[in-house]
């Protein structure tokens, strides 16, 4: 079974080694793997906060809905107050008037959005006969029947209760008390109700908004238990933490209100009904703009720019008071107005489809194309968002998929450019690659004069032995004998500067800066000749029985650097240095040797290894073309 198991994995290894061989296979993986990464973040706390901005921006984009919702709210705005002229506090009999007018009018449930919580001392201001008489406003609670209150559940601490007097059937329905407190997000904004929480004690409350609806829909508590809110068909999307988001219908003012001083004078018949009330949802709360009870909310009338802004761009948040983000969630719940991302726009899939198309288009692209791809790509999802929102209330998540983009355009021209520095330092040189990678000023056409060794290797009676011969066993000697002699040049900081057919032309000293130069070459040289002849059976076995190099080494100044036309360079080394180093290799002919050094060269090794060499070379003058004088050079007395 063991062998079974490695067996599959090394097949699927294989499997995506060929993939990854393949330019649409490397995208296509670059894509799946950018996706992946993508939908890992997602989950990340600033993630989700982007994604709270995108989510303003869709509402932004999308401005206010219609909405069917009956709701209404008696406002407690400034005249209403001043009006009363006496601390809200005190105002249970005109609310007590207010109830009982909204009751007879037939209302459908009435929420009082204000608190004063129950204290264990007697307030005399609000006994029988006293000013804030708060016993009437218990009695229009109780004849109404439909009055919901609210409490406060503020975690780690005890429920906070409106006072007793207020409180005469409290407990007999869910719907009689709901907590008031608003869900807000790391940044303060209203986005989510809770409907459901639990207090210190483990007991389970409705939220406010919750307990009025229900009390409106006449929901029953097995209902509620359930958890699952099902509303004629339509389960609400609630999130993890219970918490629905609200599908605003406008901004701030866009709930109808009505001022509380009218509604109290037509309770006591002073102007007739201002609105036609029955079947109404009805909340009664402060709307003034100096209230404590004013929460940030997503700005509902942006612009189309705005929209398409980068998502992590803060717009200003518009302000609202706690009654009218109530009545929005309220009349979310009963338009069935619900936010929803359909399972075949959630993240994973289309993270996974957009990146397994994505990958193979970018990495057929070139920098300038990827990155319009890129900006085309990010600009066209954030409009399919806002499309979708404002089309049909889908949520599509933003952020993950945004950063899809330049994560996956960061991603191939990285893997771009790996392979093409790969491909820089095979065919010229891995130190001309780190030359001009950290240094691109190396590539301005002007050279720079410097000491430098110049190594020239050639093959013996290479003519001889390519002719009459397939070219394939010619390539195959040719590519045996540089993968002998490359690694020790390699080795001692030496680059192969060119291949000339049968030879090669190697340079020490540039483009890194090597004070010991001379003696690297000399090493290296010698390597490469004791390699050739360790060799000799695998020459054999290519059909060159008697495989000889020749070797010449030369030490002198040589301008080197980017030299050739501003579309097509070469790095290399011109000068006489280079002349001469050619001239003395061919000389190992005439002189049947294998490596001959310049005497420019041995005068450029260390004093000590001089004197060690000198007296095991033998020293010769040679005539070479383009020299007027004999060169003096050195040769090795006998193979290595």
Same mark, same amino acid.
């Given at each position: 079974?063991?062998?079974?198991?490695?067996?599959?994995?090394?097949?699927?290894?294989?499997?995506?080694?060929?993939?990854?061989?393949?330019?649409?296979?490397?995208?296509?993986?670059?894509? *799946?793997?950018?996706?992946?990464?993508?939908?890992?973040?997602?989950?990340?706390?600033?993630?989700?906060?982007?994604?709270?901005?995108?989510?303003?921006?869709?509402?932004?984009?999308?401005?206010?809905?219609?909405?069917?919702?009956?709701?209404?709210?008696?406002?407690?705005?400034?005249?209403?107050?001043?009006?009363?002229?006496?601390? *809200?506090?005190?105002?249970?009999?005109?609310?007590?008037?207010?109830?009982?007018?909204?009751?007879?009018?037939?209302?459908?449930?009435?929420?009082?959005?204000?608190?004063?919580?129950?204290?264990?001392?007697?307030?005399?201001?609000?006994?029988?006969?006293?000013?804030?008489?708060?016993?009437?406003?218990?009695?229009?609670i109780g004849e109404t029947g439909n009055v919901v209150l609210p409490a406060l559940i503020a975690r780690g601490s005890t429920p906070q209760l409106p006072i007793f007097e207020w409180l005469p059937i409290a407990g007999t329905d869910w719907t009689d008390l709901g907590f008031a407190d608003v869900s807000a997000d790391a940044d303060r904004r209203v986005r989510r109700g809770r409907l459901r929480a639990s207090d210190r004690l483990g007991e389970v409350w409705p939220s406010f908004p919750l307990a009025v609806f229900g009390r409106a829909r006449h929901l029953t508590s097995q209902w509620f238990d359930e958890g699952r809110f099902v509303l004629d068909g339509h389960t609400m999307p609630l999130d993890?933490?219970?918490?629905?988001?609200?599908?605003?219908?406008?901004?701030?003012?866009?709930?109808?209100?009505?001022?509380?001083?009218?509604?109290?004078?037509?309770?006591?018949?002073?102007?007739?009904?201002?609105?036609?009330?029955?079947?109404?949802?009805?909340?009664?709360?402060?709307?003034?703009?100096?209230?404590?009870?004013?929460?940030?909310?997503?700005?509902?009338?942006?612009?189309?720019?705005?929209?398409?802004?980068?998502?992590?761009?803060?717009?200003?948040?518009?302000?609202?008071?706690?009654?009218?983000?109530?009545?929005?969630?309220?009349?979310?719940?009963?338009?069935?107005?619900?936010?929803?991302?359909?399972?075949?726009?959630?993240?994973?899939?289309?993270?996974?489809l957009c990146g397994a198309v994505l990958g193979p288009i970018l990495v057929r692209c070139?920098?300038?194309?990827?990155?319009?791809?890129?900006?085309?790509?990010?600009?066209?999802?954030?409009?399919?968002?806002? *499309?979708?929102?404002r089309a049909s209330d889908l949520r599509v998540e933003m952020v993950a998929m945004l950063m899809l983009g330049p994560m996956l355009y960061g991603a191939i021209f990285a893997l771009r450019w790996r392979w093409m520095r790969r491909m820089l330092g095979m065919i010229k040189s891995e130190a001309v690659a780190r030359a001009l990678e950290a240094d691109p000023s190396k590539l301005e056409l002007r050279g720079e004069l410097r000491q430098i060794t110049v190594v020239f290797i050639d093959v013996r009676n290479f003519t001889a032995f390519s002719e009459g011969r397939p070219a394939a066993e010619v390539v195959r000697l040719l590519n045996a004998f540089?993968?002998?002699?490359?690694?020790?040049?390699?080795?001692?900081?030496?680059?192969?500067?060119?291949?000339?057919?049968?030879?090669?032309?190697?340079?020490?000293?540039?483009? @890194?800066?090597?004070?010991?130069?001379?003696?690297?070459?000399?090493?290296?040289?010698?390597?490469i000749l004791q390699r050739v002849h360790e060799l000799s059976e695998l020459w054999k076995t290519l059909g060159a029985d008697s495989f000889r190099i020749g070797v010449g080494i030369h030490t002198g100044p040589?301008?080197?650097?980017?030299?050739?036309?501003?579309?097509?360079?070469?790095?290399?080394?011109?000068?006489?240095?280079?002349?001469?180093?050619?001239?003395?290799?061919?000389?190992?002919?005439?002189?049947?040797? @294998?490596?001959?050094?310049?005497?420019?060269?041995?005068?450029?090794?260390?004093?000590?290894e001089q004197q060690q060499r000198s007296a095991s070379l033998r020293r010769m003058a040679v005539q070479v073309k383009g020299k007027c004088e004999p060169v003096t050079v050195y040769a090795l007395p006998e193979r290595i």
């Open positions: 079974m063991r062998r079974i198991e490695i067996g599959g994995v090394k097949a699927l290894l294989q499997s995506a080694g060929r993939m990854w061989r393949s330019l649409t296979g490397r995208g296509l993986m670059a894509g *799946l793997l950018c996706a992946c990464i993508c939908w890992l973040l997602n989950s990340a706390s600033w993630v989700r906060d982007l994604e709270n901005r995108a989510y303003d921006n869709c509402i932004g984009f999308r401005g206010g809905r219609s909405s069917t919702a009956n709701v209404v709210i008696v406002a407690l705005d400034e005249v209403s107050l001043q009006g009363l002229n006496k601390p *809200l506090r005190y105002i249970s009999p005109e609310l007590a008037e207010v109830v009982t007018y909204l009751g007879r009018q037939r209302v459908a449930a009435i929420g009082i959005d204000l608190l004063w919580p129950e204290t264990k001392e007697t307030i005399p201001d609000l006994l029988p006969g006293r000013p804030g008489d708060a016993s009437t406003m218990g009695r229009a993890a933490d219970r918490e629905l988001l609200i599908n605003y219908v406008g901004p701030r003012g866009t709930i109808p209100a009505v001022p509380f001083h009218q509604v109290l004078d037509a309770a006591r018949g002073l102007r007739p009904a201002s609105r036609d009330w029955q079947g109404a949802i009805v909340l009664v709360g402060v709307t003034t703009l100096v209230s404590e009870d004013l929460h940030p909310v997503p700005r509902l009338h942006g612009s189309f720019g705005h929209a398409l802004r980068a998502p992590w761009l803060y717009h200003d948040a518009e302000e609202m008071p706690g009654v009218e983000v109530h009545a929005n969630l309220i009349a979310t719940m009963a338009d069935k107005a619900f936010i929803t991302t359909p399972r075949c726009l959630a993240a994973p899939l289309t993270l996974l070139s920098l300038e194309a990827g990155a319009l791809v890129t900006i085309a790509h990010h600009f066209g999802w954030q409009l399919t968002c806002l *499309l979708f929102f540089f993968a002998a002699v490359v690694p020790p040049i390699e080795a001692e900081k030496g680059i192969v500067n060119q291949y000339l057919g049968d030879g090669l032309m190697a340079i020490f000293g540039a483009p @890194e800066q090597l004070v010991d130069h001379a003696s690297r070459a000399l090493r290296a040289a010698e390597l040589a301008v080197v650097g980017a030299v050739g036309s501003p579309r097509r360079l070469d790095y290399t080394a011109i000068g006489d240095t280079v002349n001469t180093a050619s001239r003395i290799e061919a000389c190992n002919k005439q002189l049947a040797t @294998e490596l001959l050094l310049s005497e420019a060269a041995l005068r450029a090794l260390p004093i000590e």
